[in-house]
């Protein structure tokens, strides 16, 4: 069974620094693009930033200049580097993948494939 495993969040004062991670595992065959997301409470989870399996970063205009996206494509992990924090960076993360991995004795495609998440606080 593929998995993505997020680790890496915690409560950190504003101004400071979180780098977040999340190793895909199983038997992985490939990984497509890969991005993190977050969701804060009340709200809809929204689009942080996304690389491609080229390395081409995309980010959101609110995490520009703050925020970098790298992955490792031999240890199947993306990171999300994060300088800067303010309040309003609190939420849940969530790291997303396309990616095709073994289920059961067949490779399959997974499409929009999510991790469980993890915390991220900012205080002010």
């Known amino acids: 069974q593929v998995q993505l495993v997020e680790s890496g969040g915690g409560l950190v004062q504003a101004g400071g620094s979180l780098r977040l991670s999340c190793a895909a595992s199983g038997s992985i065959f490939s990984i497509n693009a890969m991005g993190w997301y977050r969701q804060a409470p009340g709200k809809q989870r929204e689009l942080v930033a996304h690389i491609s399996s080229g390395g081409n970063p995309n980010y959101a205009d609110s995490v520009k200049g703050r925020f970098t996206i790298s992955r490792d494509n031999a240890k199947n992990t993306v990171y999300l580097q994060m300088n800067g924090l303010k309040p309003e960076d609190t939420a849940v993360y969530y790291c997303?993948?396309?990616?095709?991995?073994?289920?059961?004795?067949?490779?399959?495609?997974?499409?929009?494939?999510w991790g469980q998440g993890t915390q991220v606080t900012v205080s002010s």
């Open positions: 997303n993948a396309d990616l095709v991995g073994l289920r059961g004795s067949s490779w399959y495609a997974y499409y929009d494939h």
